[in-house]
């Protein structure tokens, strides 16, 4: 049987080869698969996202910041392009990936994922009570759904996945590289003040905001650690592949409760291991002294990265192939569109 599958993305974030967020990378993956696969995709999200499927596109607000009205008006326009598409055109399954996915009303005669893609406190207390039957939620990691609300523990944990390419024939450089949102919790600098003291070149990929508290955290705290090290700001796939194999480890100092992290997968992926602080589910996805290094400290950090040339790269690779597949991801997720399918159906039919 073939699916309809209607993906709504976080209206604020462009999705396509080129996304920075997380989810935004996963919709693109699930949307990718879906058309390879021979099933129908129909994905919403903002203008200038790129999909396989078909793509409804919603205006972006044009002020260099999103403050809370514009914020509700462009919601109130992303609903406009939900009723359209479902009216419109026949769809199995809706699945959501947005932050604000709770905004928007969903006709209660289609199954609704929703992909809990960031920590459990970024959405509202009451989530749960906030959520009609037909709203599924799911998480992407177990240290994530530890930490839901009791209603919420017997979610689905489906891991996220990344592109694994053949074992790199890469000679590794005397570099260690640190990729991310250049923001305060994303604590990027630490990564700068490890280089310098274990003597070692960082060099820093990832994307200033047009958001004061992120440019100023730039200017303030990573501009003057930049001497030995370089800012290559956002950097595209290939690029960012080929940055990946030959660093000789990735800095992840992240102070966030993270679900995931799909870089620490690309680096395990590129046979690169990590070095991490111990925040949210990267103690899920490094493992200690086989695939990197999970430290406390600016000072650890700066230790691990002396050492870490004893991490095995094809030790590494062969980890995110077993564990971090896209493939293994997609499958997944397919395999709950058509159980939540198969309950609808059974519902249904009870009723």
Known sequence: MTLSVLSIAYPFAPVGPHAVG?????????????????????VIACEGSETQGRLFPSPLPKDSELNEANQRAFQCRFQAVINQVLSAHSVDLVHMHGLDFWAYTISSNVPVLVTLHLPITWYPSDIAKRCPS?????????????????ELRDSQVIPNGVEIPPFPDTTKSNFAIAMGRICPEKNLHAALEAGTLAQTTVLLAG????????????????????????????????RKEQLLAQA??????????????????????????????????????????????LV???????????????????????????R???????????????NLLATDAREQRCA
């Open 22 to 42: 997380g989810s935004e990378q996963i919709l693109s993956h699930l949307d990718r698969e879906l058309v390879a696969t021979g099933n129908t995709s129909l």
């Open 134 to 150: 037909n709203r599924h939620l799911q998480s992407v990691s177990e240290t994530q759904r530890a930490t839901f609300p009791p």
């Open 207 to 238: 994307q200033v905001f047009p958001y004061e508290a992120h440019q100023q955290y730039f200017c303030e705290k990573v501009v003057p650690l930049l001497g030995k090290h370089r800012f290559l700001g956002p950097v595209v796939p290939p």
């Open 248 to 293: 000789k480890c990735l800095l992840h100092p992240t102070l966030a409760p993270e679900t995931s992290s799909l870089v620490a997968m690309e680096a395990m992926a590129a046979g690169t291991p990590v070095i991490a602080f111990r925040s949210g589910a990267l103690t899920e996805i490094v493992e200690d002294g086989v695939t990197g290094f």
């Open 296 to 322: 406390n400290s600016i000072e650890e950090m700066a230790q691990a990265i002396r050492k870490v040339d004893a991490i095995s790269p094809r030790v590494c690779w062969e980890a995110a192939n077993r």
């Open 324 to 338: 971090f597949s896209k493939e293994r991801m997609v499958q997944q997720y397919f395999r709950l569109y058509r």
